[in-house]
């Protein structure tokens, strides 16, 4: 309530305070796996009275698109281009891979740097660690606290990894896989018969790949003869986590000096493990009746937001909040589980432990999906824009934005329109998929997207997710699916039971204007549509890049005292490929169908 009060205080007079003519502060903030029903300002029964307060007297965005999953999401965040175009358009970076975003790229905090401005990555990468040059201080960053990894405990902040067993092939592995997955087959049909399996598989358990822990904390920054400090904070192990970022952002907006900053603020929460501290847990025990997950997760969502709160307190309290804008938004939707769509090829068969399904805690419901899948529930982000700079406040916009539009939109900001060039030259720019939407979220007028791309997949079996190839667009309210948009394919409500997928088409058209919860196929009786969705489909295809495969490769000399570290760019271990060549990079299926065939679909 205080800070509602203030922000109320500050919005009346900020008209009256003249400090529009400098160059504003930028803070971005992204959740993890945060459902797109799961803040207050939505309905939701977790408490977000902070983030409830920014938004409501901000900018709602009612139809802003993320990726799937998360490194691709940064990936589009952090260049402003589709991951078709960064080569991460087959999913994410795994634990145990090396392989990274392009050094060719041309990075946001690069493109701030050039501007004048100080930048800040606090919390989850998530983009490269292989050499210190895929890592944030030398991408733009002029520190960076937090994890290189994509997940971790909360407190401990250790996550596994898969070191490769460099003496198996990739046939030999996959081999063993396939061997062992048969001969359980054969045990559960009652027979005896055991086929043969290679030599090694019976190597003793201490030649196989194992997982450990390792630490994953740091600060980098260059001091003052402009050396890497790569500091491991080890101090700060028990603390947890969304704290520990917070309290980082807060001692760089106290610490800022007199350039304007840009704060790139990646928090873990809301993903797993789903870990809070008690007193944010205590706040559910009556409030909410769930299972323990979703507890954990709505008091994980409560710590952020109470973090969130003391950064918006701490801007007011240094005199710059008037001038500083802040976007909220998270990387995909919920984690909702649900990995295997038996119950859609069923009609309604509910999950069980035989076939191991995860119910995670997170909602998108009413959007269907989750994580992973590029229904709505997979893609369509919780967001919002606050700023006394804002000249149309506290409104919902439902103008289409995508996250590689930020790019654009921040940089129109701090050139006032494009009319101030820019400081330094830093590096060369690739071409870029950003439009800017700062005119249609500040003063209210049409935004200039009318379409994106969602993405186009040439491997299919993503974990947890979509098994075949898929590939999606959006186009005014028309939004094409091809090859199956999940699972998770269902709607999923954490307080009852799911309502499962009416089964998956190959080609998939919506209106999301009148129908965002993915209920109605409309594909056989819009052939044109299709066809003409297709044709642009195509259009992108033509311009895709080879995706950056993933290839696990001995970790062993990235890792000192069970610690990730990136090794130098001209060291000889870099010279090892672990890039998997993408034989299938220019996937043609349903690029080419007749007119008969999408009428059939």
């Given amino acids: 309530m205080l800070l509602n009060l203030i922000i109320l205080i500050l919005t009346i007079i900020s008209p009256l305070i003249s400090s529009h003519h400098q160059s504003p502060n930028i803070i971005f903030i992204f959740a993890d796996d945060l459902g797109n029903a799961d803040v207050g300002y939505m309905g939701s029964e977790i ?95 002029d520190s960076f606290f937090g994890f290189y990894f994509c997940a971790h405990d909360h407190y401990q902040y250790t996550c596994g990894l898969r070191n490769g067993d460099r003496n198996k092939t990739s046939t030999e592995n996959r081999t063993e896989r396939r061997m062992r997955k048969y001969n359980k087959k054969l045990v559960r049909q009652g027979l005896s018969i055991r086929q043969p399996i290679p030599d090694n598989y019976f190597k003793s358990k201490k030649d196989k790949s194992t997982s450990q822990k390792y630490f994953d904390l740091r600060e980098n920054y260059f001091d003052e003869k402009h050396r890497l400090v790569d500091k491991l904070r080890h101090d700060l192990k028990g603390e947890y986590s969304a704290n520990v970022f917070t309290d980082a952002a807060i001692e760089k907006i106290k610490n800022r000096g007199e350039d304007p900053f840009f704060m790139y603020l990646s928090y873990m929460n809301v993903h797993s493990p789903y870990q809070a501290p008690d007193h944010y847990l205590d706040r559910y025990t009556s409030h909410m009746k769930a299972n323990k997950d979703r507890k954990s997760y709505a008091a994980m969502m409560s710590s952020m937001d109470e973090g969130i709160g003391n950064i918006t307190k701490t801007l007011i309290s240094e005199g710059i909040y008037n ?60 967001a919002f824009v606050h700023s006394p700079l804002l000249q149309v406040q506290g409104r919902t916009s439902n103008d289409l934005i995508h996250v590689v539009d930020w790019f654009a939109t921040f940089e129109d900001i701090i050139s006032d329109g494009y009319r101030k060039p820019p400081l330094y030259h830093i590096k060369n720019r690739l071409p870029s998929d950003s439009i800017s939407a700062w005119r249609a979220i500040s003063k209210g007028l049409p935004g200039r997207r009318k379409k994106f791309l969602i993405n186009i997949n040439t491997k299919g079996a993503v974990k947890c997710g979509p098994n075949a190839p898929f590939k999606g667009i959006r186009k005014n309210q028309w939004k094409l699916i091809v090859g199956g948009g999940g699972p998770p394919a ?74 990730p570290t990136p090794i130098e760019i001209t060291d000889p271990r870099n010279s090892e490929s672990f890039f998997v060549e993408d034989k299938d990079n220019l996937n043609n299926i349903a690029f080419d169908f007749e007119y008969s065939e999408v009428t059939d679909a």
């Avoid at 634990?95 to 990075?107: D, K, N, R």
């Avoid at 984690?335 to 509910?350: L, Q, S």
């Fill in 47 to 141: 408490l977000t009275p902070n983030i409830d307060t920014l938004a409501h007297s901000g900018v709602i965005l009612n139809q802003h698109y993320v990726q799937p999953q998360c490194s691709p999401s940064r990936a589009a965040f952090v260049t402003g281009r589709y991951p078709i175009h960064t080569g991460f358009h087959n999913g994410n970076i795994m634990q145990g891979e090396l392989w990274g975003l392009g050094l060719e790229e041309f990075l946001i905090g690069e493109m701030f740097q050039e501007y004048g401005y100080k930048t800040h990555a606090i919390g989850k990468w998530h983009l490269g660690w292989r050499t210190w040059r895929h890592t944030p201080i030398h991408r733009g960053f």
């Fill in 323 to 382: 001038n500083t804008i802040i976007v909220f938004a998270s990387d995909n939707g919920a984690n909702v589980g649900y990995c295997k769509d038996t119950e859609a090829v069923e009609g309604g068969v509910v999950f069980n432990k035989r076939n191991k399904q995860r119910i995670e805690p997170g909602s998108n419901y009413p959007l269907r999906g989750g994580k992973r899948s590029i229904f709505e529930g997979g893609i369509r982000s919780v």
């Fill in 490 to 563: 269902g709607w999923y409500n954490p307080y009852s039971a799911p309502i499962p997928s009416p089964g998956m088409k190959y080609i998939e058209l919506y209106n999301i204007e009148i129908d965002p919860s993915e209920t109605l196929n409309l594909a056989p009786s819009n052939p044109s549509i299709v066809l003409d969705l297709l044709r642009e489909l195509k259009q992108y295809k033509e311009t895709m890049v080879p995706s950056i495969r993933r290839k696990k490769i001995d970790l062993t000399p990235y890792l000192q005292n069970m610690t």
